[in-house]
């Protein structure tokens, strides 16, 4: 069983969104589709909005769609995409 390394970029519906709240939703969602490992940063994008930056371990024969729809549905998130994805080191 090999495992990708993950990047997502969660987009909030604005600036007033609570970050915390989205990263808190995210984990628990990743997590609970078998990911591991998340880790999250804040990326600036303009007018005060930021995007979360979430990096996981993910099992890489499982498809990231319904890891996508699942995360698309937390309250307060705008969109989601996946900036990067590749097999982990060693795996």
């Known amino acids: 069983m090999a495992i990708a390394a993950v990047k ?3 987009m909030p519906t604005s600036p007033d ?3 915390s709240q ?3 939703s995210a984990k628990g969602i990743i997590e609970g589709l078998e990911g591991k490992n998340c880790t999250f940063t804040e990326e600036s994008i303009a ?4 995007a979360i930056i979430v990096t996981f ?15 698309g549905s937390i309250e307060e998130v705008n ?8 097999r982990a080191f060693g795996s």
Do not use: H, T, Y
Request: no cysteine; net charge negative; charged share 40%.
């Open 8 to 10: 997502i970029k969660i």
């Open 17 to 19: 969104a609570d970050l």
């Open 22 to 24: 989205i990263e808190e």
């Open 47 to 50: 007018f005060g909005l930021k």
């Open 57 to 71: 371990a993910w099992p890489e024969e499982i498809e990231l769609e319904e890891l996508e729809n699942e995360l």
């Open 79 to 86: 969109s989601v995409q996946v900036m990067d994805i590749r």
